[in-house]
């Protein structure tokens, strides 16, 4: 059964700060991984996906690394701002029987301090 | 393209009652997605629709629980007899995979429906 940790579970940073959140999989037989941001009693919005063939996907002040056959991802960001305080979940897609469904992380909640 | 949509936003309810929801996933989205998510954790999967025939259900989903597509178009999520354990967000997704758009898996999220089983 795939499992997907996220270290850490929360991060407080001055404004300004480069960041990096760490996002791990046990099942390396992956399709695709995604990053989201969800803002409190809110829905998820996608930032990036990264398919598994590739190796980072940029966005903006955003950059996600993926390193299949170890298990990680990487979700960089630079220059942070308070607007980017919010709780930032990873999810790989497995294909399993076809439903291609997300299994998630319990996320890194980020405070970004003015 | 307006996005995937949900409603109500917000459901109280006592428990033993019954309550449905109900989602919009974006046009000529072919799948659609159902995850629960409680405080602390992310969201699990519950279950999903290719068009209108529902193909994989989570051992979560309980015989409490049933979601239909019909058409392939919204969908809806009812639970049954409702118990403080469900209270939860639910969330929707859809997406893309083939037709007359590039096909992806990439999934979009709606808002979310807030559960409060009192």
């Known amino acids: 059964k795939q499992e997907v940790t996220q270290i850490p579970a929360a991060l407080s940073v001055p404004e300004g700060e480069n960041l990096v959140l760490n996002c791990s999989f046990t099942d390396s037989a992956i399709y695709n991984l995604q990053w989201f941001r969800q803002d409190p009693g809110k829905g998820l919005t996608s930032l990036l996906l990264?398919?598994?063939?590739?190796r980072e996907q940029t966005s903006g002040r955003l950059n996600a690394s993926l390193d299949k056959s170890s298990g990680r991802s990487t979700l960089y960001i630079a220059a942070s701002q308070p607007g980017d305080s919010a709780t930032y979940l990873c999810a790989v897609t497995d294909p399993g029987a076809g439903s291609y469904q997300l299994t998630f992380g319990k996320g890194t909640k980020l405070s970004v301090i003015p | 393209d307006t996005g995937v949509s949900q409603d109500p936003r917000h459901k109280i309810t006592k428990r033993g009652q019954n309550v449905t929801f109900r989602c919009d996933p974006i046009s000529e989205h072919n799948r659609l997605y159902w995850y629960r998510q409680t405080l602390g954790q992310g969201p699990e999967f519950l279950t999903y629709f290719q068009n209108e025939a529902q193909l994989e259900k989570s051992r979560l989903l309980s015989d409490r629980f049933s979601a239909e597509r019909p058409k392939g178009s919204f969908s809806t999520l009812e639970i049954q007899r409702t118990e403080q354990g469900d209270s939860a967000m639910y969330l929707c997704a859809s997406s893309a995979t083939g037709g007359k758009i590039t096909p992806s898996y990439e999934q979009y999220f709606g808002p979310g429906t807030r559960l409060t089983v009192t």
């Open positions: 990264i398919q598994s063939s590739q």
